[in-house]
């Protein structure tokens, strides 16, 4: 007779669930937190640990795997792996240059902005790697000090990344796993994103972008500088700006017809995939796909498949309802005192630990507390709280995000590290300072 | 047959003090992609290599991208078609630097005994030259140079 493939099986040595599993859970914080091992790996441990020791079934545990974040993911990814092909981020950044009369503070500006922008449609790891060396060359070339720049593009990366449902991993979790669309997220964080980054241009320009200055052959060398030699390939570039149009068009109106952001994601990276193949031998087909294959982040993929299952067998046990509990009776059951405290909370603990794994813990923690709030439409402030404390938090420190550490590594290699201290002496004030714009925001908006 | 019996024997050198101005004559002179850098006492230091030289024309970020490929890249420069005045007063800049800022301690080197087949490894892994150091006194024995290579191949019996 075959096995009830669905039951969990028999948990080892009678331990007891609930605490078996936060003992995972723990564990598995801990060591992603220690970085001593790839975060990928320590995260399918702890899901197929859960599932050793019957917590959970494997069945129970493949479904808890969002698969709808994970195909926007990686959709989104195939994508971007053959657009920046074309040279159209390196465009823009010497386009925004030139633009700025090569004046050094106007560049900061510009390159804020872009930054900003691109990181709400794309990976914010992605967009560092495409804005940041053609940051350096600028500023190598404008003999200014890249640091302000690079702070500057991390803030706004991180920032940008915040306003919409693709732009950064926490908001793409909280999308799908709570079924929020992209035109919800554009309503309630773009405008308060927009305030945010202007803030913070701002800033950083009288922090830094006011005192640089750069010699008139130096501005000249910028004015050189010829922006449409920048796009390798007019064909491509094209193809890919039509495919992402496509799918930022999927993302605003394909959900009124029951149509999933992952699977706007995998038809523009599909399509993309055949406009960039066609027409070439099957051989050449081949290399072409494996290449933009191995551009997908598998790391990132993986970690978020094992922490799906991790934190679905610690939901599964219960914990997390027990938890929203107690910090529902924390708060006094008051929803402003909640959602502050869930803003602030975030923001906090983003800086110093990875925002993935505390968001995909805090959403079912969330979900847990709707009766207290008046079901699910209460939550709503909770979700933008999460949101924001999330994606800003990860600013306060050079380990609060992914990007902050790409920015970092570029910066070293270039010969310009940005050591912890420093950067934390400036970020993590300018992180508090873009949070309380953001308590602001949802007091006045959501907690009359 | 060993490294030995294919190297060139007493190549064209460096010394630590020699600027780069006059290595990149010597590059020119003797029509090589790159020149082992030894002591007086011809112990090995490392190679002054084109790659090293044509990096410190580049900006630094893109210089910098063969030590961690994976990083971000430029697809290409072809936006900085006017850069032939950069890259002469960069060159200018560093003409009276010793070479020996510019050494790579890095180029894995061979021993007179080692295989040929280590020699053909290591041009094909893209080393046009590969020094050969005495493991005893480390000092350098000779170069193989892809043309040695695929000449004694060729032609031994």
Redesign the interface.
């Known amino acids: 007779m075959e096995p009830d493939a669905a039951a969990p099986i028999h948990l080892l040595f009678g331990l007891n669930p609930m605490w078996t599993a936060t003992a995972v859970l723990v564990a598995t914080y801990a060591v992603i937190m220690s970085e001593k091992v790839n975060r990928a790996i320590v995260a399918l441990l702890g899901a197929t640990l859960l599932i050793l020791l019957g917590i959970m079934s494997q069945e129970a545990a493949v479904r808890g795997v969002d698969f709808n974040t994970i195909g926007l993911l990686i959709g989104m990814m195939v994508i971007v792996a053959i657009t920046?092909?074309c040279?159209v981020f390196?465009?823009l950044a010497?386009w925004a240059a030139r633009r700025a009369r090569a004046n050094p503070a106007g560049i900061m500006i510009m390159l804020q902005i872009i930054t900003a922008v691109v990181s709400a449609f794309l990976d914010n790891v992605t967009t560092?790697?495409?804005v940041?060396?053609?940051t350096?060359?600028i500023t190598?070339?404008l003999g200014v000090s890249p640091y302000p720049f690079l702070v500057s593009q991390v803030f706004a990366s991180n920032i940008g990344g915040t306003a919409t449902l693709i732009g950064d991993p926490p908001n793409i979790l909280i999308g799908s796993l709570v079924g929020l669309t992209f035109n919800q997220f554009i309503l309630n964080l773009t405008p308060v994103i927009i305030v945010i980054q202007a803030t913070a241009c701002l800033l950083f320009h009288l922090l830094w972008g006011r005192r640089l200055h750069a010699t008139e052959q130096a501005r000249a060398?910028i004015m050189?500088?010829?922006?449409g030699?920048?796009i390798?390939d007019r064909r491509l570039l094209v193809q890919s700006l039509s495919v992402i149009a496509i799918v930022i068009a999927g993302f605003v109106f394909a959900h009124s017809f029951g149509i999933q952001p992952a699977t706007t994601a995998l038809f523009g990276a599909a399509l993309l995939m055949l406009l960039y193949c066609f027409g070439q031998p099957a051989e050449e087909q081949s290399e072409r796909v494996q290449s933009i294959f191995n551009e997908v982040e598998w790391i990132t993929i993986f970690f978020f498949v094992g922490l799906f299952i991790v934190v679905g067998g610690v939901e599964e046990t219960g914990l997390l309802k027990l938890a929203a509990e107690k910090l529902v009776a924390a708060t006094g059951g008051n929803l402003g005192t909640t959602t502050i405290a869930i803003l602030w909370s975030s923001a906090v603990l983003s800086a110093v630990i990875d925002n993935i794994p505390f968001v995909a813990t805090m959403i079912p923690l969330i979900h847990n507390m709707a009766p207290s709030f008046g079901g699910p439409e209460g939550l709503m402030p909770l979700w933008w709280a999460l949101s924001l404390g999330a994606c800003l938090g990860g600013n306060g420190t050079l380990v609060g995000a992914s990007a902050n550490l790409?920015v970092a590594?570029?910066a070293e290699?270039?010969?310009q590290p940005i050591r912890f201290v420093p950067y934390m002496k400036i970020a993590f004030p300018t992180m508090l300072a873009t949070v309380a714009i953001a308590n602001v925001y949802l007091v006045l908006r959501y907690l009359p | 047959m060993s490294c030995k019996a294919i190297m060139t024997v007493d190549p064209p050198v460096l010394y630590p003090t020699d600027t780069v101005g006059e290595a990149v004559d010597r590059l020119l002179d003797e029509r090589v992609l790159a020149l082992p850098v030894i002591e007086r006492d011809r112990r090995y230091i490392g190679m002054f290599a084109k790659s090293r030289l044509f990096g410190l024309l580049l900006?630094?970020?893109?210089a910098?991208e063969s030590?961690?490929p994976s990083?971000?890249?430029?697809?290409?420069l072809?936006?900085?078609?006017?850069y032939l005045p950069?890259m002469q007063e960069r060159l200018r800049a560093i003409a009276d630097h010793p070479v020996s800022r510019y050494v790579d301690k890095t180029v894995p080197v061979l021993h007179p005994d080692s295989p040929v087949v280590a020699a053909v490894l290591q041009v094909f892994r893209t080393r046009n030259f590969v020094p050969v150091v005495d493991p005893q006194t480390g000092r350098l024995a000779g170069l193989i140079s892809t043309w040695d290579t695929i000449a004694k191949i060729r032609t031994a019996s």
């Open positions: 920046k092909r040279g390196q465009f010497i560092v790697l495409l940041v060396p053609v350096m060359v190598e070339e060398r050189r500088f010829d922006a030699a920048a390798s790409t590594g570029l290699r270039a010969g | 900006p630094a970020v893109v910098s030590t961690v990083m971000g890249t430029i697809p290409d072809d936006f900085l078609r006017e950069e």
